[in-house]
């Protein structure tokens, strides 16, 4: 199992930019892909972004795409979202999540990861 703990999360006007970061310890050493997803009050959790651990693949939602860019260090067993042009739509829970077995199959759903972050709040205002 991997343990995974975000950081990062704030409150920040429209436009402005966050940094969020999501520190895996445990089985490390089995990471195929990590993603990161969020959950608005009373929506569902979605898909925002995801990267291979160890090619650096990137894909990303279309609601963020060209304004958020995930990128790893694998050093330090991190993975980061950088989130510039917030809106207010960006307002939610943002968790971190890792799938530690190989994979074909783009990694856009839940079901697809092992293991979850508690979460970091991302507050947007207008």
């Known amino acids: 199992q991997v343990q995974l703990v975000e950081s990062g999360g704030g409150l920040v006007q429209a436009g402005g930019s966050l940094r969020l970061s999501c520190a895996a310890s445990g089985r490390t050493f089995s990471t195929y892909a990590m993603g990161w997803f969020r959950q608005a009050p009373g929506k569902e959790r979605e898909f925002v972004a995801t990267i291979n651990w160890s090619a650096g693949n990137t894909y990303y939602a279309d609601s963020v795409k060209g304004r958020f860019t995930i990128s790893r260090d694998n050093t330090k067993n991190t993975v980061y979202l950088q989130m510039n042009s917030l809106e207010p739509e960006d307002t939610a829970v943002y968790y971190c999540?890792?799938?530690?077995?190989?994979?074909?199959?783009?990694?856009?759903?839940?079901?697809?990861?092992?293991?979850w972050g508690q979460g970091t709040q991302v507050t947007v205002s207008s």
């Open positions: 999540a890792v799938r530690r077995r190989y994979s074909t199959m783009v990694l856009t759903t839940e079901e697809k990861y092992d293991d």
